[in-house]
């Protein structure tokens, strides 16, 4: 038995869609904008607080670009500023000539930025890709991911890590 529509819900169907706004490709623009320039921005101010505490040393960037609750996942280091900046100086990092980060890569997405830099040997310290992934909220660096990793003297293949 084939069943057929009644006529109000035919009538539901055909006014009913026509009371509907009707979407507009152009609609999704000012959002997709908003969040691109969010990840720009996030982008833009992890490079300024990278550069500056630890190309230049600067431990004051800690204040200015770090949330108070930051939040690390690093095993190595707990959370917070004070726990960045006991780090940056248990490391030695502070006693170093200062330099200009070298940023191989870099990405952002909301409100996570992507960084991936290499580090030039120093010391007793061999030379290390790192890969950093810092979550960004309300104009600051709320939250870190790491990976590191010496480059080989002995790789099996001639590519470059970076």
């Given amino acids: 038995m084939k069943k057929t529509p009644t006529l109000a819900l035919s009538l539901l169907l055909v006014f009913g869609a026509a009371a509907l706004p009707a979407a507009r490709a152009d609609d999704a623009k000012p959002a997709a904008a908003s969040k691109h320039a969010n990840a720009a921005a996030n982008k833009a101010l992890v490079l300024k607080a990278y550069q500056a505490l630890f190309g230049d040393h600067d431990l004051s960037a800690v204040d200015r670009y770090w949330a108070k609750d930051y939040i690390q996942h690093n095993p190595y280091m ?6 960045v ?17 070298e940023f191989l890569r870099v990405a952002a997405e909301g409100d996570l930025v992507f960084v991936q830099t290499r580090q030039p040997k ?26 590191m990793q ?3 003297a002995d790789a099996v293949n001639k590519r470059p890590m970076y």
């Fill in 122 to 147: 120093m010391g007793n310290t061999p030379e290390m890709v790192i890969v950093d992934i810092f979550r960004v909220a309300n104009g600051k660096i709320a939250e870190h991911w790491d990976v």
């Fill in 78 to 83: 707990a959370d917070g500023t004070e726990a």
């Fill in 85 to 101: 900046k006991q780090f940056v100086e248990k490391i030695g990092l502070l006693n170093g000539p200062k330099f200009k980060v």
């Fill in 150 to 152: 010496a480059v080989p």
